[in-house]
């Protein structure tokens, strides 16, 4: 993103207060649980670390261990996940339950995505 008004992008606020990194924080947490599927489905196994190092990286460093912690723990308890203990650390890897939620997921966050991002651009 190119500088507006000659302000550094890590400074720029949009006019109720939201920068640019704000926003894209808040969507990565409304979204993460859909970004772990995703990236499991990809990856078939990853730990803890692994999705937070994958997180930060792909979106900046904006996603703290316990916010991740605490999702795959959610998701485990929902019987999305399986978690098991590999050299000290849990690999976790998507359950029967977890593959099919993302495979039919995946369908509709694109058909809704597409949707939200016409009505956004109308506003």
Request: positive net charge; hydrophobic residues 35%; proline residues 2%.
């Amino acid at each position: 993103m190119s500088n507006l008004k000659g302000l550094p992008k890590n400074t720029l606020k949009y006019a109720a207060g939201y920068s640019p990194n704000d926003i894209r924080t808040r969507v990565v947490k409304s979204f993460l649980d859909i970004l772990i599927l995703i990236e499991l489905k990809k990856q078939h196994q990853l730990s803890g670390y692994d999705i937070t190092t994958f997180l930060n990286e792909q979106f900046g460093k904006i996603i703290s261990p316990g916010t991740v912690y605490a999702t795959l723990k959610s998701m485990k308890n929902n019987e999305l996940l399986d978690g098991n203990i590999q050299d000290k650390k849990t690999v976790y890897t998507l359950s029967s339950k977890g593959q099919e939620t993302v495979s039919i997921m995946m369908i509709d966050f694109h058909e809704q995505m597409a949707l939200f991002s016409q009505k956004f651009l109308t506003l």
